[in-house]
């Protein structure tokens, strides 16, 4: 009988334990945060890698967004990375499907659609997966091999976009391309708008210092609801090179820039796109904290946000 008792006490306390709901409308989901060769970078022996080899823990995967939609089972991802097999076992545990509905590519930097080559027939062998792309990506997917072979076999069925025009992802999504000034060797280089329930989101991986966008980035963040923006680095010197030839907003410039948001707008900012080099990838540095006592965030990989 006491038996008896034990286990309707243990199954009612069972019972009452919170549960995660399933989402009911489209959401954004972080599948990677580091710069293009991810966290460690291929064998960097410096200190700020040391940890991270010893501790798997502690390695991140290269930039990337997860769009689903519960309500069709449709999802999506933005840009084909490196690191795209373990991303998509990522999705799939949130979502119990590896599936994808399609690839938006940002450029054609090895970080952003190196990762299509697992589409193709030694891999995936995929049936016209969508990949939507700016018009110089699309020609340079079609005209470059091993590229143009997913194309030639119809693995991959390119999308071309055109910036600042919106399209319906799906009934529930419309996404908008803009272009962003970056080095644009092989293709142009954009970022994304997501609109989902009236509601908005900016990704921007990658950019050059934002002066030299025509855009103002400051009042962009006070348009949207989230903004996931360049942080690369942190603050100049963090390599040993001229760093002026790789230029993105160092972390602090972009902080100092939006200094004078709301605290409101300055919630929307999530840094994203970390160098292998970059202190904010380290949990409790003073990087880290001083960017959440300035009231900014940081991307965090598995991290949802909902519409």
């Not at 009911?24 to 060769?37: E, H, K, R, S, W």
């Not at 903004?227 to 902080?255: C, W």
């Not at 707008?265 to 904010?280: A, E």
Request: glycine share 4%.
């Amino acid at each position: 009988m006491r038996n008896l008792i034990y286990l309707i006490i243990i199954f009612s306390f069972a019972c009452n334990q919170p549960t995660e709901k399933t989402p009911t409308t489209p959401y954004i989901m972080v599948l990677g945060v580091a710069q293009d060769a991810g966290y460690p970078q291929m064998n960097c022996k410096k200190e700020c890698c040391k940890r991270a080899w010893k501790n798997p823990e502690l390695q991140r995967n290269t930039s990337c967004l997860a769009i689903v939609d519960p309500t069709t089972n449709e999802q999506w991802i933005i840009d084909a990375t490196p690191n795209i097999k373990e991303q998509v076992q990522i999705l799939k545990q949130k979502t119990g499907t590896e599936k994808l509905d399609g690839i938006l590519l940002t450029h054609a930097h090895m970080g952003h659609y190196t990762g299509l080559m697992h589409f193709g027939r030694e891999v995936m062998g995929t049936d016209n997966l969508p990949v939507f792309a700016m018009p110089k990506m699309k020609t340079f997917l079609e005209g470059n091999g091993p590229w143009s072979q997913l194309v030639d076999l119809e693995n991959i069925n390119i999308k071309a976009l055109k910036s600042d025009s919106t399209f319906n992802l799906n009934e529930n999504i419309k996404i908008k391309p803009f272009l962003v000034p970056h080095r644009d060797e092989f293709s142009e280089t954009v970022g994304y708008e997501i609109m989902i329930n009236d509601k908005s989101l900016i990704f921007i991986p990658d950019i050059d210092k934002w002066e030299k966008w025509e855009r103002d980035i400051s009042e962009l963040i006070q348009k949207v609801d989230y903004a996931f923006l360049d942080a690369t680095f942190y603050q100049n010197g963090e390599l040993k090179r001229d760093m002026s030839e790789i230029p993105h907003p160092f972390v602090e410039e972009s902080m100092e820039l939006f200094s004078e948001l709301s605290d409101t707008d300055k919630q929307k900012v999530h840094f994203i796109h970390f160098n292998h080099t970059n202190p904010l990838l380290i949990e409790e540095s003073s990087a880290q904290k001083e960017v959440f006592e300035k009231g900014f965030n940081l991307a965090k990989e598995g991290q949802v946000i909902r519409f």
